[in-house]
T-cell receptor, first 115, second 115 residues
Framework: GENVEQHPSTLSVQEGDSAVIKCTYSDSASNYFPWYKQELGKRPQLIIDIRSNVGEKKDQRIAVTLNKTAKHFSLHITETQPEDSAVYFCAAPSPFTGGGNKLTFGTGTQLKVEL | DARVTQTPRHKVTEMGQEVTMRCQPILGHNTVFWYRQTMMQGLELLAYFRNRAPLDDSGMPKDRFSAEMPDATLATLKIQPSEPRDSAVYFC?????????????FGQGTRLTVV
């Protein structure tokens, strides 16, 4: 099955700085890589995803890059703001024996944006 | 906007009692996931349904946990008997799988405390 590793586990940045979170995966057949943001006491919410046919995707201040050869993908947040403070999870799919895919999540990164 | 609905939001119960958690997936979604979130283990997949059929429940302790989808609008996760180690937040997620991705939209979760 898929093994997803995420680093760092905690990240503290100053407001306005950039933040980068990295994940590696093990299954070379994986082809979809979402990122979720979870604020304290709330549900994980999909913020951006990337498919294996592209190397980078941007959405305003967030971007995701994918290196299929090295089997790693990263989340980049620029011009960080206090509301970016949350736990961020990466995920990668792995096949079920019975068909379909399940998402295996990384262990999460606690991002704190300090004023 | 369409959301996954989970009930109850919070549940405190005594060890040995039965607990039933309910989930209403987004209308039209044919896949349902149950995840358990703890500080130690992160997001663990417990069960996966597609078109109401259980495809994988290998992550679920079979002796006390059971998951069902009585109809397309209701998924249930039951614990009987409950134990203190079951204390966690249980998330239901639904999705509509497309080629190359496995989107999952999370409900707000049920915070379970077993005392």
């Amino acid at each position: 099955g898929e093994n997803v590793e995420q680093h760092p586990s905690t990240l503290s940045v100053q407001e306005g700085d950039s933040a980068v979170i990295k994940c590696t995966y093990s299954d070379s057949a994986s082809n979809y890589f979402p990122w979720y943001k979870q604020e304290l006491g709330k549900r994980p919410q999909l913020i951006i995803d990337i498919r294996s046919n592209v190397g980078e995707k941007k959405d305003q201040r967030i971007a995701v890059t994918l290196n299929k050869t090295a089997k790693h993908f990263s989340l980049h947040i620029t011009e960080t703001q206090p509301e970016d403070s949350a736990v961020y999870f990466c995920a990668a799919p792995s096949p079920f024996t019975g068909g379909g895919n399940k998402l295996t999540f990384g262990t999460g990164t606690q991002l704190k944006v300090e004023l | 906007d369409a959301r996954v609905t989970q009930t109850p939001r919070h549940k405190v119960t005594e060890m040995g009692q039965e607990v039933t958690m309910r989930c209403q997936p987004i209308l039209g979604h044919n896949t349902v996931f149950w995840y358990r979130q703890t500080m130690m283990q992160g997001l663990e997949l417990l069960a996966y349904f597609r078109n109401r059929a259980p495809l994988d429940d290998s992550g679920m302790p079979k002796d006390r946990f059971s998951a069902e989808m009585p109809d397309a609008t209701l998924a249930t996760l039951k614990i009987q008997p409950s134990e203190p180690r079951d204390s966690a937040v249980y998330f239901c997620a639904s999705g509509l799988p497309r080629t190359g991705n496995t989107e999952a939209f999370f409900g707000q979760g049920t915070r379970l405390t077993v005392v």
